[in-house]
C-alpha cells in the first residue's frame, strides 16, 4: 500500500508554484538536506526540520551558533548531518542577501522562468530528467552567491518542489490542474 504522507504531498504540494519567500526557503532547505538522499527521508521528517529550524525563520537560521550546530548534531528528529547543517545557516544568510540587493528571494527564483512555471508533457515517470540546462545555471548562480549543497539535481528537485516545472506526467490527474494554475 502507498504511502498516505507521501500521497499527500504529490497530490496537494509537489509541482504546485510558489512564489512566497517563506515557503520558497523551507522548500530550498529541505531539497538541500536531501542531497545525496530520497525525498522520502525528508519528508518523513519536516516536521522535526520545522521546529528545529525556527519554522523555517530564515532570519533566525541566519543567526544560529556553533552551539546551534552541536545541538541539532544530537537532534534524531533530523538528518543529522554537520555540513547540510552549516549550509542551511550560511543558505540562509545568502537568502537574506538576494532579497537585500533583488528586494524578493521569490523575484530572482522565478526570474528564471519568466515568472512562470515551464510546462512539461512527459508521458512516464522514466522520463522524468534528473537535472536541465536551467537547473545547472541557477545551481552555479547560487553558488556563485554563497550557497552550498545546491548542485544541479537539487536544484532541479527543487524546481520541482516549488512548481517551477509542471512535471506530472500528463496521464496524472495533477498535470492538468497544476497547468491551470500558471493561466
Known amino acids: 500500500m502507498a504511502n498516505p504522507t507521501y500521497i499527500a504531498y ?10 512566497d519567500d517563506v515557503t520558497l526557503f523551507e522548500a530550498l532547505l529541505l531539497e538541500t538536506f536531501q542531497a ?12 522535526n526540520f520545522r521546529k528545529a529550524f525556527y519554522d523555517f525563520d ?22 543529522r548531518n554537520r555540513g547540510k547543517i552549516n549550509a542551511a545557516i550560511s543558505n540562509a544568510q545568502s537568502f537574506i542577501q538576494i532579497q537585500k540587493d533583488v528586494g ?6 522565478w526570474s ?13 515517470t522514466k522520463e522524468l530528467p534528473q537535472t536541465t540546462l536551467l537547473a545547472t545555471q541557477m545551481s552555479h548562480d547560487l553558488k556563485k ?14 524546481m520541482q518542489a516549488v512548481g517551477m516545472v509542471n512535471d506530472h506526467v500528463v496521464d496524472c490527474f495533477r498535470h492538468k490542474e497544476v497547468s491551470n494554475l500558471s493561466n
Not at 10 to 19: L, S
Not at 115 to 121: E, F, H, K, S, T
Request: hydrophobic share 40%; with cysteine; aromatic share 16%.
Open 10 to 19: 504529490h497530490d496537494t504540494e509537489w509541482d504546485v508554484p510558489i512564489y
Open 104 to 109: 524578493c528571494f521569490s523575484d530572482f527564483m
Open 36 to 47: 545525496g538522499l530520497s525525498w522520502w527521508s525528508v519528508l518523513k521528517k519536516r516536521d
Open 112 to 124: 528564471y522562468t519568466n515568472g512562470v512555471p515551464i510546462q512539461n508533457a512527459y508521458t512516464q
Open 145 to 158: 552567491r554563497g550557497f552550498e549543497y545546491i548542485g544541479k539535481i537539487t536544484m532541479y528537485a527543487h
Open 58 to 79: 530564515v532570519r533566525r537560521i541566519a543567526q544560529m551558533t556553533a552551539y546551534n550546530v552541536d545541538e541539532l548534531m544530537q537532534n534524531k528528529g533530523i538528518i
